[in-house]
């Protein structure tokens, strides 16, 4: 269950003023909405639409063509398993395996309970501490199926 | 902080900084890049604090938290200069033990000594662990020594003298002619000489810009991301002479958001060269403006291709275009663009201080300077590595990298990302260039090399490749997008069991094609990875089709597990790890596997001390 968060309007006015009002920091505005959201939530779209000058259609397909912007809710932590190839001859797909039979959520998918969203991403540049993954903004390295399970059991454990 | 309103201002700085740190202070530089932050840099650096108290030693000791140094594996690292004494994996445990002892006893921790994977040998001191003993490092070395986050600590070890240098010693043009003489070319992967870049930027009317790719979006390279991390005025620096030779005052830095601390550290960088006059108006009294602003990427590869990039900077989707005119003239905003990669900018810097003569000195004839290599994947040194363009693979991956772990057998080294090919044994004496990888096939790239060993299926490599590119193709032209989307069709039938006679020539067909009609280098590039592996591995790929076995053990439906019995102790280690219970037999006697409940997770495999597993 993903609970809906209340959009605050005024830390959105706020982050378009600090770019300026610039159509070109589009993407970054929505870097910053989704940082603090974890997703774009498409009820800002027409309200960037009109404080930037782009039409809808632009927001949409700038938002689609970025794989850091989402346009539907994500979980309270986004895991990032890093499957580039670096971590990826080091077995980053067994270890991605165990996480999505213990989430029981496929890549891109959030778990029922609206605590984890599983992602998969291209490289994050640790990769001699490969297999590596990403909680939010931590990292954690030199990962095999049971030690990244141990780290979704913390975080688990952090939000109970 | 004041401005520095002319050069003398500069000196005055950096001689009040060197006498306030001198080299032969007691110092002590914990790795705090991104890859020791993982294995816990910021607990060692709290411990260290607390324990330099106790013994009140906070005055006297030097705490420098740096950027990478490189030898990711042995995290967190800690070096004691001036000595230069080289502890690896620090731990807050280990804390106290290294205070008292070495600092104070002024004796080595003896179990905390770095060991050589290789020789077994003990070694204290960093420059004689053979990982960095047998590098050159002039673009990477200052990452041990500063403190990204503090501009006096660059200042300090000669930052932006070589700015000083552009702005009231030489002409835009001697600039050039100067880069066009060290041979300096592009280092994230094109290779196109940067002298004759700038030159022909120069010479377009409009307002030009200067711009910075920091999209490194190569899975298996992070050496941009280490040294806008750990030495981000490096960078900078390099941009603004470049300004000054390009004639710019507009610079943008296109970083990716995957990449936090390199954002971080890069504002602060360019704040406080802002506060100290050294970006923004009337740089150092010198009449000349320059300003560099940030933009964040958001995880497209595409958009490390110049067009895709510029576009993106525009606040569009990333997508390239034809390129019948050259960005160098119409670029972002239409306007003459320069955009480098962050390891050739931070060249510039040096280049420029030590002369173009001492530079072209370096390397080999046509790829001239070092470059920096991300050695990464089944190698027992992992980390990244400077070396002078030349030096073999076999040093590369051999004498610095310490082969290959657990005995295993090398096979392939992939280089180049995905837009490179993967080198097999023959070729491990080729020296590492511009040139001489594409004639085995592959290119240099922006430096990713990702070793594999016997257990690595390139069939399986091929797929994963072109399941990258096909998600990062921006979908614009046919070749690249369908010729993406049927080879991946093809390749996962293979690896699936289900590969049909012809499969390999429609491969290569497709290949060609893409290589001939794709619009973008993305494209042009992308069936590489497929085609060298076809010429170099073609018998894995008919072991695939033919036979229906994966040599290497990773495609789940061509192989399954045996254990030899004239080899197994039987230990129990399999038994007792088997998630599926699926191995059975007593104590000390050969087990066996069962192979209706096995699912081939390779926990057994992984654990035999024995090698009593096969892979059938």
Same mark, same amino acid.
């Given at each position: 269950?993903?609970?809906k968060l209340?959009?605050?309007?005024?830390?959105?006015?706020?982050?378009?003023?600090?770019?300026?009002?610039?159509?070109?920091?589009?993407?970054?505005?929505?870097?910053?909405?989704?940082?603090?959201?974890h997703?774009?939530?498409?009820e800002v779209?027409p309200?960037?639409?009109?404080?930037?000058?782009?039409?809808?259609?632009h927001?949409?397909?700038?938002?689609?063509?970025?794989k850091?912007i989402?346009?539907?809710?994500?979980?309270?932590?986004? +895991?990032?398993?890093? *499957?580039?190839?670096?971590?990826?001859?080091?077995? =980053?797909? @067994? !270890?991605m $395996?165990?996480?999505?039979?213990d989430?029981?959520?496929?890549e891109?998918?959030?778990?029922?309970?609206?605590l984890?969203?599983l992602?998969?991403v291209?490289?994050?540049?640790?990769?001699?501490?490969?297999?590596?993954?990403? +909680?939010?903004?931590? *990292?954690?390295?030199?990962?095999?199926?049971?030690? =990244?399970? @141990? !780290?979704? $059991?913390?975080?688990?454990?952090?939000s109970? | 902080m004041?401005?520095?309103?002319?050069?003398?201002?500069?000196?005055?700085?950096r001689?009040?900084?060197?006498?306030?740190?001198p080299?032969?202070q007691?110092?002590?530089s914990?790795?705090?890049?991104?890859?020791?932050g993982a294995?816990?840099?910021?607990?060692?650096?709290?411990?260290?604090?607390?324990?330099?108290?106790?013994?009140?030693?906070?005055d006297?000791?030097?705490?420098?938290?740096?950027?990478?140094h490189?030898?990711?594996e042995?995290?967190?690292?800690?070096?004691?200069?001036?000595?230069g004494?080289?502890y690896?994996?620090?731990?807050?445990?280990k804390v106290?033990?290294?205070?008292?002892?070495?600092?104070?006893?002024?004796?080595?921790?003896?179990?905390?000594?770095?060991?050589?994977?290789?020789t077994?040998?003990k070694?204290?001191?960093?420059?004689?662990i053979?990982?960095y003993?047998?590098?050159?490092?002039?673009?990477?070395?200052?990452?041990?020594?500063?403190?990204?986050?503090?501009?006096?600590?660059?200042?300090?070890?000669?930052?932006y003298?070589?700015?000083?240098?552009?702005?009231?010693?030489?002409?835009?043009q001697d600039?050039?002619?100067e880069?066009?003489?060290?041979?300096l070319?592009?280092r994230?992967?094109?290779?196109?000489p940067?002298?004759?870049?700038?030159?022909?930027?120069?010479?377009?009317?409009?307002?030009r810009?200067?711009?910075?790719?920091?999209?490194?979006g190569?899975?298996?390279?992070?050496?941009?991301?280490?040294?806008?991390?750990?030495?981000?005025h490096?960078v900078?620096?390099?941009?603004?002479?470049?300004?000054?030779?390009?004639?710019?005052?507009?610079?943008?830095?296109?970083?990716?958001?995957?990449?936090?601390?390199?954002?971080?550290?890069?504002?602060t960088?360019?704040?406080?060269?802002?506060?100290?006059?050294?970006?923004?108006?009337?740089?150092?009294?010198?009449?000349?403006?320059f300003?560099?602003?940030?933009?964040?990427?958001g995880?497209?590869?595409v958009c490390?291709?110049?067009?895709?990039?510029?576009?993106?900077l525009?606040?569009?989707?990333?997508?390239?275009?034809?390129k019948?005119v050259?960005?160098?003239?119409?670029?972002?905003?239409?306007?003459?663009?320069?955009?480098?990669n962050?390891?050739?900018?931070?060249?510039?810097?040096?280049?420029i201080?030590?002369?173009?003569?001492?530079?072209?000195?370096?390397?080999?004839?046509?790829?001239?300077?070092t470059?920096i290599?991300?050695?990464?994947?089944?190698?027992?040194?992992?980390g990244l590595?400077?070396?002078p363009?030349?030096t073999?693979?076999?040093?590369?991956?051999?004498?610095?990298?310490?082969?290959?772990?657990?005995k295993?057998k090398?096979?392939?080294?992939?280089?180049g990302?995905?837009?490179?090919?993967?080198?097999?044994?023959?070729?491990?004496?080729?020296?590492?260039?511009?040139?001489?990888?594409?004639?085995?096939g592959?290119?240099?790239?922006?430096?990713?090399?990702?070793?594999?060993?016997?257990d690595t299926c390139?069939?399986?490599?091929?797929?994963?490749f072109?399941?990258?590119?096909?998600?990062?193709?921006?979908?614009?032209?046919?070749?690249?997008?369908?010729?993406?989307?049927n080879?991946?069709?093809?390749?996962?039938?293979?690896?699936?069991?289900?590969?049909?006679?012809?499969?390999?020539?429609?491969?290569?067909?497709?290949?060609?094609?893409?290589q001939?009609?794709?619009?973008?280098?993305?494209?042009?590039?992308a069936?590489?990875?497929?085609?060298?592996?076809?010429?170099?591995?073609?018998?894995?790929y008919?072991?695939?089709?033919?036979?229906?076995?994966?040599?290497?053990?990773?495609?789940?439906?061509?192989f399954?597990?045996?254990?030899?019995?004239?080899?197994?102790?039987?230990?129990?280690?399999?038994?007792?790890?088997?998630?599926?219970?699926?191995?059975?037999?007593?104590?000390?006697?050969?087990?066996t596997?069962?192979?209706?409940?096995?699912?081939?997770?390779?926990?057994?495999y992984?654990?035999?001390?024995f090698?009593?597993?096969?892979?059938?």
């Amino acid at each position: 269950m993903i609970v809906k968060l209340e959009i605050d309007w005024k830390q959105i006015d706020e982050i378009i003023t600090h770019y300026g009002n610039e159509k070109e920091a589009l993407l970054m505005i929505m870097q910053d909405i989704s940082d603090i959201y974890h997703y774009v939530p498409p009820e800002v779209v027409p309200v960037l639409a009109e404080k930037l000058g782009v039409r809808k259609s632009h927001i949409f397909s700038v938002a689609t063509f970025y794989k850091t912007i989402s346009l539907v809710p994500r979980g309270k932590f986004i +895991v990032h398993v890093c *499957t580039g190839t670096a971590c990826h001859v080091r077995g =980053a797909e @067994k !270890v991605m $395996d165990a996480l999505k039979t213990d989430l029981k959520a496929q890549e891109g998918e959030t778990t029922a309970d609206g605590l984890f969203t599983l992602e998969g991403v291209r490289c994050i540049g640790c990769c001699a501490s490969g297999p590596v993954m990403t +909680v939010n903004k931590e *990292t954690h390295g030199g990962l095999d199926r049971s030690s =990244a399970l @141990k !780290v979704i $059991d913390n975080y688990r454990n952090l939000s109970a | 902080m004041a401005k520095l309103k002319n050069r003398e201002a500069l000196e005055k700085l950096r001689n009040s900084l060197q006498v306030k740190s001198p080299k032969s202070q007691r110092l002590i530089s914990l790795c705090a890049g991104s890859g020791c932050g993982a294995y816990g840099t910021a607990k060692v650096h709290t411990a260290l604090q607390e324990e330099l108290a106790k013994h009140n030693l906070q005055d006297q000791v030097q705490v420098k938290l740096t950027g990478c140094h490189g030898f990711c594996e042995k995290g967190p690292i800690m070096v004691i200069h001036p000595e230069g004494i080289f502890y690896p994996q620090v731990t807050p445990e280990k804390v106290s033990d290294i205070v008292r002892t070495t600092l104070i006893g002024q004796e080595l921790v003896d179990k905390l000594i770095y060991k050589d994977p290789v020789t077994k040998k003990k070694i204290s001191h960093e420059h004689e662990i053979p990982f960095y003993k047998l590098q050159k490092r002039i673009i990477f070395g200052n990452n041990g020594l500063i403190d990204p986050t503090s501009i006096d600590d660059y200042i300090a070890v000669g930052g932006y003298a070589a700015l000083a240098k552009a702005l009231f010693d030489m002409t835009p043009q001697d600039l050039i002619g100067e880069i066009k003489k060290s041979g300096l070319r592009g280092r994230g992967g094109g290779g196109f000489p940067t002298g004759i870049k700038w030159e022909t930027c120069r010479r377009h009317e409009g307002q030009r810009y200067v711009i910075c790719n920091a999209d490194e979006g190569d899975p298996g390279a992070y050496m941009d991301r280490s040294l806008l991390e750990g030495n981000p005025h490096s960078v900078i620096e390099g941009m603004i002479i470049g300004a000054i030779a390009i004639g710019s005052n507009d610079g943008y830095v296109y970083v990716r958001h995957e990449y936090p601390l390199a954002v971080t550290n890069l504002t602060t960088a360019l704040q406080s060269a802002m506060s100290l006059g050294l970006l923004g108006k009337n740089i150092l009294g010198s009449g000349f403006d320059f300003d560099v602003r940030i933009s964040r990427g958001g995880g497209a590869f595409v958009c490390g291709e110049s067009t895709a990039l510029m576009s993106s900077l525009e606040g569009k989707p990333g997508r390239p275009r034809a390129k019948y005119v050259h960005t160098v003239e119409k670029g972002f905003r239409e306007g003459p663009s320069n955009l480098n990669n962050v390891e050739t900018w931070a060249n510039v810097p040096v280049i420029i201080n030590q002369g173009a003569k001492w530079y072209a000195g370096i390397g080999t004839e046509k790829s001239k300077g070092t470059k920096i290599f991300s050695l990464v994947g089944k190698v027992v040194n992992t980390g990244l590595v400077e070396v002078p363009m030349g030096t073999t693979l076999r040093r590369i991956i051999f004498d610095i990298g310490g082969g290959i772990p657990k005995k295993k057998k090398f096979k392939a080294v992939q280089t180049g990302g995905p837009s490179g090919g993967c080198i097999p044994e023959q070729f491990l004496d080729l020296p590492v260039d511009f040139d001489e990888l594409s004639k085995v096939g592959s290119i240099m790239g922006s430096g990713g090399m990702i070793v594999m060993d016997q257990d690595t299926c390139m069939v399986d490599v091929a797929r994963y490749f072109v399941d990258f590119l096909k998600d990062e193709s921006c979908g614009q032209c046919n070749p690249c997008r369908e010729g993406l989307k049927n080879m991946l069709d093809i390749l996962t039938d293979i690896c699936q069991g289900r590969g049909r006679e012809g499969d390999i020539e429609l491969l290569e067909e497709l290949g060609m094609m893409m290589q001939k009609f794709s619009l973008c280098g993305l494209g042009t590039s992308a069936p590489n990875p497929v085609l060298t592996n076809i010429l170099y591995f073609r018998h894995e790929y008919e072991a695939h089709i033919r036979d229906k076995k994966c040599p290497a053990g990773i495609c789940k439906p061509l192989f399954h597990y045996e254990i030899d019995s004239e080899t197994c102790t039987g230990c129990h280690v399999c038994f007792q790890k088997c998630p599926q219970q699926a191995v059975a037999g007593d104590k000390k006697k050969p087990h066996t596997i069962n192979q209706d409940t096995c699912i081939k997770c390779g926990i057994c495999y992984d654990g035999c001390k024995f090698d009593a597993i096969k892979i059938c």
